[in-house]
């Protein structure tokens, strides 16, 4: 089975700290996603990322940033930590279009953020 | 850029009857993938089914079906024999055929299954 994993479940900030997010999948996937899920707005896309050192901003990058420096992980970064920014954070990823399953998109548990 | 809208927040049925959940999109991509995720409260989310668009025959899986409607861009979900376990939140999701740009996602419905 693929295996999307958040390191943290649960977090509490501080406003104006710098917030780190891990994600890391065991199935060679090219594709990593971050998404924030917020009551009434569904999944907004973030960033994501098609390669090693590539990102791509999503719908909704501001006061975000991404880090993939090895193929199993993507990090989102939060610079400065606003309240706003409370959400529940969700991981993804995904094959290359090439293989029998593309475009489906494997999801972590969520990590769940409070900034106050 | 591809919008997907569910229009039913909530839905409530009782256990064993069949449940519509409906979503339509729009895009101007000739190609492309549908999908259906549920979230239960574990907030895990799980791939229920999934269609692609050049397909005519709808998926189906198990108790799950999808009806498409190519045309007026219509994928609702129906679920048969509904059971307590599908108390959840679904959402409807698409994808260009382009593949790595990730899904977009409609608000969700949240359906309750009553004993």
């Known amino acids: 089975d693929v295996k999307v994993t958040q390191s943290s479940r649960y977090l509490v900030k501080r406003t104006g700290e710098k917030v780190f997010l891990e994600c890391v999948q065991d199935m060679d996937h090219e594709n990593m996603f971050w998404y924030r899920q917020d009551p009434g707005l569904g999944l907004r896309l973030i960033y994501f990322s098609y390669d090693v050192k590539m990102k791509e901003k999503g719908d909704i990058p501001e006061g975000y940033s991404v880090s993939r420096e090895k193929k199993e992980r993507f990090s989102l970064i939060l610079e400065s930590a606003s309240t706003n920014q409370t959400s529940m954070y969700l991981c993804?990823?995904?094959?290359?279009?090439?293989?029998?399953?593309?475009?489906?998109?494997?999801f972590g548990e969520g990590s769940w953020l409070t900034v106050v | 850029a591809q919008t997907v809208t569910q229009s039913q927040p909530e839905m409530s049925v009782q256990e064993a009857e069949t449940v519509t959940l409906s979503c339509t999109y729009d895009?101007?991509?000739?190609?492309?993938?549908l999908f259906w995720y549920k979230q239960p409260p574990s907030r895990q989310m799980i791939l229920v089914i999934r269609q692609e668009a050049y397909k005519q025959q709808n998926a189906t899986e198990n108790r799950f079906s999808v009806n498409f409607q190519k045309a007026a861009k219509s994928f609702s979900l129906k679920i048969s024999d509904s059971q307590l376990g599908d108390t959840a939140m679904y959402f409807c999701a698409f994808s260009p055929g382009g593949g790595a740009d990730g899904l977009t996602f409609g608000k969700g419905t949240h359906l309750i299954i009553q004993p």
């Open positions: 993804a990823s995904s094959l290359d279009l090439t293989a029998s399953s593309g475009n489906t998109i494997y």
């Open positions: 895009t101007s991509e000739n190609n492309y993938y």
